[in-house]
T-cell receptor, first 111, second 116 residues
């Protein structure tokens, strides 16, 4: 069994400020972990993924995430928010067959 | 990166009619595709796993006779919502992992279904 918990359904940041989105996972097998971004009325775009290689993963658009096994966490960060980062973000865990998604975090960016 | 398309992007139908949604992998073959449903302001919920050349596998609580899935080729899976009702109105999204690359799924742009 696998599941993901995203802490905080809504995050509001100022433009230029740090973005931090929290994700904790549960998995009975070594997990593959993902962050996806979704813009309104669109599908999901992969930001980054962890598949048992380096624990610090760099993705697109300046995002990165760190896999911490001891904390069962995979938090997403970006040092400086842009207006274009306003979107819905989903953390997901895979058992190499199926994906299970978190509830999502809506990010708004204030000018 | 790999591209997955869906057609139509948006459909409005009357209650009681059936609607077919297509999911295509444009530049890779996919023996498996996944169908998700997403209600407004909610996460994606896996409905079923579509397997090329065999029957789909449905998640618990998903009516297989209502949501018919056909995976007739390595690049096409279809989802047919039969006898649609207003409660079936949702955003339907498909995904596919490239063959041999099961660690990543590529998502289609989604289909917005509205049942009047």
């Amino acid at each position: 069994a696998q599941s993901v918990t995203q802490l905080g359904s809504h995050v509001s940041v100022s433009e230029g400020a740090l973005v931090l989105l929290r994700c904790n996972y549960s998995s009975s097998v070594p997990p593959y972990l993902f962050w996806y971004v979704q813009y309104p009325n669109q599908g999901l775009q992969l930001l980054l993924k962890y598949t048992s290689a380096a624990t610090l993963v760099k993705g697109i658009n300046g995002f990165e995430a760190e896999f911490k096994k001891s904390e069962t966490s995979f938090h997403l960060t970006k040092p400086s928010a842009h207006m274009s980062d306003a979107a819905e973000y989903f953390c997901a865990v895979s058992d190499q067959v199926k994906l299970s998604f978190g509830a999502g975090t809506t990010v708004t960016v204030r000018a | 990166g790999a591209v997955v398309s869906q057609h139509p992007s948006r459909v409005i139908c009357k209650s009681g009619t059936s609607v077919k949604i297509e999911c295509r992998s444009l530049d890779f073959q996919a023996t498996t595709m996944f169908w998700y449903r997403q209600f407004p302001k909610q996460s994606l919920m896996l409905m079923a796993t579509s397997n090329e050349g065999s029957k789909a596998t449905y998640e618990q609580g998903v009516e297989k006779d209502k949501f018919l899935i056909n995976h007739a080729s390595l690049t096409l899976s279809t989802l047919t919502v039969t006898s649609a009702h207003p409660e079936d109105s949702s955003f339907y999204i498909c995904s596919a992992p490239p063959a041999g690359g099961a660690d990543t799924q590529y998502f289609g742009p989604g289909t917005r279904l509205t049942v009047l």
